[in-house]
Structure formats: C-alpha cells, structure tokens
C-alpha cells in the first residue's frame, strides 16, 4: 500500500514508502507533466495520514449528506482483514478541505464510517455532518462526480493529494485482473504509465480522468522494491494464474462500481441492482 503516514500504520508496523516525515512541507510536483487547468485541488482533503475527496454520485443531491471518499487502509481503526467489510461504523474523524489552490478552508467532521473494506478493492467511505449545498454556500467548493463506467486504457489522468498538496500526471496503462499485496487481493485494479510516482500519505488520493474531471479510481499502492506479492510490493496475477513483478509502478482501485450501491439520499444499499461491492 502507498501507506498512511503516522501513528496508525506505527502500531501495525507498516511504515511505509514514505520516508518522509508526516511534518514535512507539502510541495507541489514540478517534474510530472502538467494536469490540464480544470485538474486542481478543489474538493480534495487532507486526513491525519492519508488522502481523500468529498465525492458524489451521479444521483446525488445537493441536500444529501457529503461523503468522503479514501482508501480502505486509511480508516482509523485499523486495516480491515482480508473478507472483513465495515458498514455503518460510529466516526468523527476531521478532514481539511482544500480549495483550488490547495488552500485549507475548512475541517469537515465525519459522523460514520458507511462502507470500508480491503477485498476486491481498498475503499472507505465516509458520511459528513454536512451537505454538499453547505459546503458548496459556505467555501464555494464542490464535490467531485464518481464516474459510473469502466474507465478506459490509455485515458490521461491525474493523482490529487490532499495530504502533500502535491499531483501526479500520467496514463491509465491498463487493468490488472487480480492485484496482490500481502493477505489482500484487489480486482480488476488500475495500473498507471510511470510517470505516476506516488509516494506514502497518497493513499485516498482521488483519480482524476483529465478530459472529464470525474473521479475514476483512489490511489492505494505500487511495487517499490522489486518484491513478489508482499507488503509494499503488490504483484499482479493474470486470468492463468501467472504472476508479474513490476518495480517502481503505481496501482489504483476502481470506483465506477460504487454509484449502484447508495440510493436516494447517499444510503448504502448493498443489496441494491448492479451494486457488486462486497458485502458484510
């Protein structure tokens, strides 16, 4: 995992590719290509460890409750254990929410962790304590659309830290059939061109398609030393059970499937048609 950074992932002795200090200055990436000008940092937040975004559904109204969205091995509790899925889980975790220019302007609070889970993907959703019409009044911020088809290879996209105030530019490469990384195994991940050198506190990251601005995949890992299927160092498993071993590239998990999954109001519904999220 591109793992979080602090006092969660110290107890679970999983430091991660991080090197680098949770104190340190955030800085903007200057050797990526550049994001096209309607990539910015509007809607991302900053967690104590991670990254994240306020997110939407294509059916979502602007009086729901806001969510947010990060990775499954960012929740406070720990990470979830392979087949373990969490819903409905008491939280009041903060978030920074940033604004174009990756400018704090407000700590938005969580009143429950909806959905997190480490199989098949690495996703946690949170519930605010506020709408998206408040947040849009009071910071003139809004949420990012959650895209709810299948993205596609080859398509420019771009990785928001909320963390490091920091972007990554590059390419979907393609799409591996099983991701595995320790005890945990992903589908049908995301695997980025090279460019993409995400580091620890990325994890949550939104991933942004650059042509729509529509979040299609959260940043959650990549290989850094050359390693076989172990922490740090995910392997990707094809149809035949072949194994590849790619040092230095960087992986997300797909979003697309969530939207069939939370009804009128933002309410997960997993028993909902199309929803093929794991289940509890």
């Known amino acids: 995992m591109k793992k979080p950074l602090g006092a969660v992932v110290t107890a679970l002795v ?42 939407r559904f294509p ?25 373990e899925v969490i819903t409905g889980q008491s939280s009041s975790r903060t978030f920074g929410l940033l604004n174009a220019s990756a400018t704090r302007v407000a700590t938005l609070r969580a009143n429950q962790v909806v959905y997190s889970t480490m199989t098949d993907t690495d996703v946690t959703i949170y519930r605010l304590t506020t709408t998206y019409s408040a ?48 005890d945990w195994t992903w ?3 995301v695997r980025y061109t090279s460019a993409c050198q995400t580091i620890g506190g990325t994890s949550g990251s939104p991933v942004i398609d650059n042509a729509t601005g529509k979040v299609v ?11 076989r299927c172990t922490e740090n160092n995910p392997c990707e498993v094809d149809e035949n059970g072949n194994v590849t071993v790619r040092e230095g590239i960087n992986y997300a998990e797909e979003t697309y499937n969530i ?22």
């Open 135 to 182: 947040i849009k009044s009071s910071y003139g911020i809004s949420p990012l659309t959650v895209q709810d088809t299948h993205p596609t290879a080859g398509t420019a996209i771009t990785v928001v830290s909320g963390y490091w105030k920091r972007t990554y530019a590059c390419n979907i490469d393609g799409f591996v059939y099983r991701l595995k990384e320790g």
């Open 217 to 227: 995949a959260v940043n959650n890992t990549g290989n850094e030393d050359g390693e």
């Open 14 to 55: 999983l430091a991660g590719a991080g090197a680098a200090p949770a104190v340190a200055a955030p800085v903007q990436d200057t050797t990526a290509a550049p994001a096209i000008q309607a990539v910015n940092f509007a809607g991302t937040v900053s967690l104590s460890n991670c990254s994240g975004s306020v997110i």
């Open 59 to 83: 059916n979502s109204a602007d009086t729901d409750p806001a969510l947010v969205m990060t990775n499954g091995h960012c929740l406070e509790t720990g990470f979830p254990e392979p087949g």
């Open 187 to 189: 589908k049908d991940s």
């Open 259 to 280: 939207p069939a999954c939370f009804t009128t109001g933002n309410v997960l519904n997993l028993n909902a048609s199309g929803c093929t999220l794991p289940k509890p």
